[in-house]
DNA sequence: GGTAGGATGGGCT
DNA sequence: GCCCATCCTACCC
């Protein structure tokens, strides 16, 4: 695959489904490991129940009010970190979940930090498990995405690839909203479809 | 192949 | 005090 460039700022400030298919086939890095991202979820503002920011504004959710292209991150069950990149314009508190990535760069530092044996494809298909995999935690919250110690690229020449759109994973409300895109039959999805 | 249960702590009512 | 945008292990087909 050819070499990645920076992605700009305003490439972010896309509304949130789109900004999720966008990013996929995008990199991700971070200290010393990077993975491609190959399923997203997206969160909107409004009557979207399942997201966090709807019930409004609080010290958690302030990112996602703000501009786009920062790291909304929280703590998920008192233990995992779950990575959100902000989508949309300022007040419109939309933003893209990271479910998984393809590991790429740094494999032996993230079999390190998730302290676990298996195939390369368990260190990075699930969202919990990729923040673990590379070193992502609230430490992040709120920094930009376009440049910096943790930041996405893309390739120059964007790979060729079939997307397929499902219901998010994991919620109780708006739960057949078609809101999550993965790189269809990847290897490295956290759920087969 | 499958599922049930526990870990663990911040945010919110 | 309850609820999680999860993951792993144990156990059962």
Redesign the pocket.
């Known amino acids: 695959m050819s070499a990645t460039e920076p992605m700009p700022l305003d490439a972010f400030a896309l509304p949130a489904p789109e900004l999720a298919q966008a990013l996929l086939s995008t990199v991700l890095f971070h200290r010393e490991t990077a993975g491609m991202i190959v399923e997203t ?1 997206a ?1 909107l503002g409004g009557d979207d129940l ?4 709807a ?1 409004g504004e ?4 302030r990112v996602l009010f703000g501009p786009p292209g920062r790291a ?1 991150i ?7 970190e ?1 990575l ?1 990149v902000v989508a949309g314009a300022v007040g419109t508190p939309g ?1 893209v ?1 990271i479910r998984a990535l393809e590991p790429l760069c740094g494999l032996p530092s993230m079999y390190q930090r ?1 302290g ?1 044996a298996g195939a390369p494809a ?1 260190l990075t298909n ?5 923040t673990q995999a590379l070193d992502i935690t609230a430490k992040q919250y709120g920094q930009r995405l376009d440049k910096g110690a943790l930041r996405i690229r893309r390739w120059r020449d964007r790979p060729i690839f079939e997307t397929a759109v499902t219901p ?5 409300e708006c739960v057949d909203w078609p809101l999550r895109f993965v790189w269809a039959r990847h290897p490295c999805l ?1 759920r087969a479809r």
């Not at 399942?50 to 920011?53: E, I, R």
């Not at 929280?74 to 995992?80: E, H, N, S």
């Not at 998010?168 to 109780?172: K, L, M, T, Y």
């Open positions: 979820e969160y399942a997201s966090h920011s019930r609080t010290m958690r959710t909304y929280y703590l998920i069950y008192g233990i995992y779950c959100n933003c979940l998730r676990l368990t699930g969202p919990g498990k990729l998010r994973i994991g919620i109780s956290s």
